[in-house]
């Protein structure tokens, strides 16, 4: 069984990145959980442990102008889809954290919140967020007026005001409202 989860769906800047993992049964990584509950540096620890664990991994990568081409959600299923399809060996079944793959030829369960109850999905959440941190800080240092390091690019009051003296940089997501708010005020 594979798990397939997202990091970045929300930000206003940056790419979003998808992740799918076949563990072994039994797993030996312990501590595995919602990236969203882990401190970072956990998350980075078990990231690591997670690829020397796994059957298989793969991280899959999309740009803030594919997000804004096809839209978030497009953008995030046919990335889910292309991360489960590069796993050697191919699953038997995927566990989705609240997203339809009707593109795959495999039996998919959709599940909200998946992360919290799959240890597949979990491992996923990890590798997608901790990948996506990573490029988020390192634009942060390219960009540091919007405070990507500390903020991963979500609209903290911090990353709007920035936004709003700045405008947008390359790395928004121009289809997003807050972006599209300042470059409208811009147009005028």
Request: aromatic fraction near 6%; include cysteine; proline fraction near 7%.
């Amino acid at each position: 069984m594979a798990g397939v989860d997202e990091a970045g769906r929300g930000a206003l800047a940056g790419p979003l990145f998808v992740a799918a993992v076949i563990l072994p049964f039994p797993c030996a990584v312990s501590g595995i959980d919602d990236s969203k509950k882990l401190a970072p540096a956990r998350r980075r620890q078990l990231a690591a442990e997670i690829k020397k664990a796994a059957v298989a991994f793969s991280i899959v990568r999309r740009e803030a102008f594919e997000v804004d081409r096809l839209n978030v959600a497009e953008a995030t299923r046919q990335a889910m889809e292309e991360a489960v399809l590069a796993l050697k060996p191919s699953p038997h079944c995927v566990v989705s954290d609240a997203v339809k793959l009707p593109g795959l030829a495999l039996p998919v369960i959709v599940e909200a919140k998946a992360d919290a109850r799959y240890l597949c999905v979990a491992a996923a959440s990890i590798l997608a967020k901790v990948a996506r941190d990573e490029v988020m800080e390192e634009l942060g240092r390219q960009f540091p007026e919007y405070g990507w390091a500390e903020n991963k690019g979500y609209p903290t009051p911090q990353h709007l005001r920035a936004l709003g003296h700045h405008g947008p940089s390359p790395w928004h997501r121009k289809s997003y409202a807050p972006v599209r708010m300042v470059v409208s005020k811009q147009e005028w």
